[in-house]
């Protein structure tokens, strides 16, 4: 595809359940960014891969929160212990390189997480 | 702390009309502001950025202006169509590719027929 593509489009699990967030980037794209959109707070940005790099983690709100990038392409944000706080949609984006001035970033259409 | 402040939060524009949604910053290392438009069930999609090196620019029906001095920059769309209506965000960054964005909470736009 041509796009960012996120799987699943939804989900809705039971507090305390772990989850896992899918996000393929656009072929190419060294840098892979993950952002939460609560209802009225915006993107709120929670992990930044670049290339072989250590990743930026300074936006993950608790221990709970992790994230990996496989092979330099997928990632997969996993949530362990979901609380009802945690219900939010959570985007992908990436861009072609992030280590010059600053690129364009192309979303996802988001994982839409219900807790319950 | 809320490094971007956006207002409104929501807005109403008849056809025609013109649209302003604001932003200030407050991290002065900050010199790469974007705009964002997002529809419902799709991620945000780059619409318009400018670099403080110019306090104006304009693309289409959508305008950036940009105060450095009172560190705010809004967004202006003319001649306002219903296919506008969508959330905005503005943010801002240093414009380096380490830098990650930091997003106002967003104006919700509905452009009446």
């Known amino acids: 595809g041509a796009g960012v593509s996120q799987s699943p489009s939804n989900k809705v699990t039971e507090k305390g359940k772990d989850v896992e967030l899918r996000c393929d980037p656009i072929?190419?794209?060294?840098?892979l960014y993950w952002y939460r959109q609560s209802l009225g707070q915006g993107l709120e940005f929670l992990i930044y891969?670049?290339?072989?790099?250590?990743?930026?983690k300074s936006g993950l709100p608790s221990d709970r929160f992790s994230a990996e990038r496989t092979g330099g392409s997928v990632s997969t944000l996993t949530i362990q212990r979901t609380q009802q706080e945690d219900s939010a949609v959570y985007l992908c984006?990436?861009?072609?390189?992030?280590?010059?001035?600053?690129?364009?970033?192309?979303f996802g259409p988001g994982t839409r997480l219900l807790v319950l | 702390q809320q490094q971007v402040k956006q207002s409104p939060q929501s807005l109403i524009v008849q056809k025609g009309g013109i649209s302003i949604i604001n932003c200030a910053y407050e991290?002065?290392?900050?010199?790469?502001f974007p705009w964002y438009q997002q529809f419902p069930g799709k991620g945000p999609a780059l619409l318009i950025a400018?670099?403080?090196?110019?306090s104006e620019k304009k693309e289409g029906r959508f305008t950036i202006s940009f105060n450095k001095s009172a560190k705010q920059f809004s967004l202006h769309i003319m001649d306002s169509q219903p296919g506008d209506s969508a959330t905005y965000f503005c943010?801002?960054?240093?414009?380096?590719?380490?830098?990650?964005?930091?997003f106002g909470k967003g104006t919700m736009l509905l452009v009446s027929p």
């Open positions: 072929s190419g794209h060294t840098a």
């Open positions: 891969f670049q290339g072989n790099s250590a990743p930026d």
């Open positions: 943010a801002a960054s240093r414009d380096s590719g380490y830098s990650t964005l930091t």
């Open positions: 400018i670099r403080p090196d110019v």
């Open positions: 984006a990436s861009s072609l390189d992030g280590t010059g001035i600053q690129e364009t970033q192309y």
């Open positions: 991290n002065t290392a900050f010199d790469y």
